[in-house]
Nanobody, 121 residues
Framework: QVQLVESGGGLVQAGGSLRLSCAASGTIFSISAMAWYRQAPGKQRELVARISSIGSTNYADSVKGRFTISRDNAKNTVYLQMNSLKPEDTAVYYC???????????????WGQGTQVTVSS
């Protein structure tokens, strides 16, 4: 019913920038919070940044001042601008969205398939 597709990952040198996108599609009635998570090899998935439907944001301490989350509600898309990248930012990045569809009575959390970000030193 709902699909989230991430794009924008890749290989970048330390100090560089990348912009991730995550587009939601399907029978969407509304989307409340959207977020980015990441998972490095051998580590648990962790929250990177979250944005509410009205634009309130919160960030992991490790990315504050370097990453910016934003969204385009008309396009059902969330973005993650990543600047001053470090090797420790290397991970698979996943987006999620709290979505109410035309057929569901309550919101459900959907996840994307992930996009690899690799930062070389």
């Amino acid at each position: 019913q709902v699909q989230l597709v991430e794009s924008g990952g890749g290989l970048v040198q330390a100090g560089g920038s990348l912009r991730l996108s995550c587009a939601a599609s399907g029978t969407i009635f509304s989307i409340s919070a959207m977020a980015w998570y990441r998972q490095a090899p051998g580590k648990q998935r962790e929250l990177v940044a979250r944005i509410s439907s009205i634009g309130s944001t919160n960030y992991a301490d490790s990315v504050k001042g370097r990453f910016t989350i934003s969204r385009d509600n008309a396009k059902n898309t969330v973005y993650l601008q990543m600047n001053s990248l470090k090797p420790e930012d290397t991970a698979v990045y996943y987006c999620n969205a709290d979505v109410r569809t035309y057929y569901s009575g309550s919101p459900k959390l959907y996840w994307g398939q992930g996009t690899q970000v690799t930062v070389s030193s």
